[in-house]
Structures are given as C-alpha cells and as structure tokens.
C-alpha cells in the first residue's frame, strides 16, 4: 500500500513537471491544489484496501470474534493508515518543492501541522469508509464514490492553508486549519459512534 501510493505521487510529480514551464508559468496559484489532489488521490488508492486484506483468509471474522474492545481494530487500522499518509508526504513533498522550483519562505512547522492535519482527514474517513464497503461486490467503486465528495472540506481548507502559508509575505493560515481541525475532530468522533453498528452489519 504504502510503495503504490508513494510511487503514484511520484508519477504526479514528474508529470506536471514535465508537462509545466516553470520558466514562463508561475505555478504559485496551482501548486497547492496539485500537492493535495496527488496526497488525496494516492490515498485512494492505498486506503481502499485497509480491510480487503483480511477477506481471503476470512481473518475479519476471527478479529469479530476475538475478545477486547472492538474500537482498537479500528484505531489500529487508522493509526497505521496514517503513518504509511505520513511517511509518504514526508518523503514527496520536497520532490514538488524542487521539480516545481517553488520558492520556501521557512514555515516549517505550519506546513508540517498542515500536512499531518490534511493526512489525518483523509485516512480517517478512507479507514471509515473501507469498513463499510468491504463487504459489497464492487466495494472499491463505492468507497471511491463515497469517499471523494467527503473529502472535499480537506480538499479546500487544506490547500486554502498551503496557500496562506507559502505566499510571500506568509498569510494567516489558521482560519483554514482550525476548519481542517473541527473536521477531523468530527470524523474522528463519528467512527466511535458508529463503529459497533458497522461491526454487526
């Protein structure tokens, strides 16, 4: 999961590289929706499959079966999802920087924040949302359809607050991140209520 979507944003960074003139298109304005359809894309890609793991041995069932706290499959599931977000933005975002030739005024840590807060709203409801399609014969097709009009709160605020953050002087990005926070805040929340009723259908 973690080398297709890393190897995808790859792909996306040589593509528009190629494919743009940095030397007579000033990719500024377009720069952090580009960042963030490819990290939303490439979470598409690995997270529809977080539980499709467990259907060929059927070991979905025993972690039904198995005695504890139900939630910490979950948690689990999303924990890991979100390290495999992180490491990947880690390690790509320099490569838009430098192919792109994006100038960088120094906000690490608000760039950072952004880049965990962004991450978190995307696996959070791609670990929620491959749950509830596991099960259904074209589970992939629904968890795509389901998942891309939910994210695009994270889709806008995020790249709102990539924007702020990267233009020169640097903006006020916390409008945008404290709406990233309420929704992941909420979609965080609504797993813990959901989760037993997922379990039982």
Known sequence: MWVAMTAFVVMVVFLFAFALDTNRVRLASVFPG?????FLLAGMIGMSRTYAHEIPEDTLTGLVL???DRMAIFLAKLTSAFL????MELLTTPLFFVFFSEPWNGEWILLGMTLAL???????LATLLSAVSVNLKSAEMVFMLLLFPLEIPVLITTVEATTAILSNPVGNPWLWLHGLLAYDAIFLALPLLLYEYLWEV
Request: hydrophobic share 65%; net charge negative; no cysteine.
């Open 34 to 38: 580009i960042l963030w359809m490819s």
């Open 66 to 68: 198995a005695p504890g």
């Open 84 to 87: 495999f977000m992180a490491v």
């Open 118 to 124: 962004g991450g978190l709203g995307i696996v959070e």
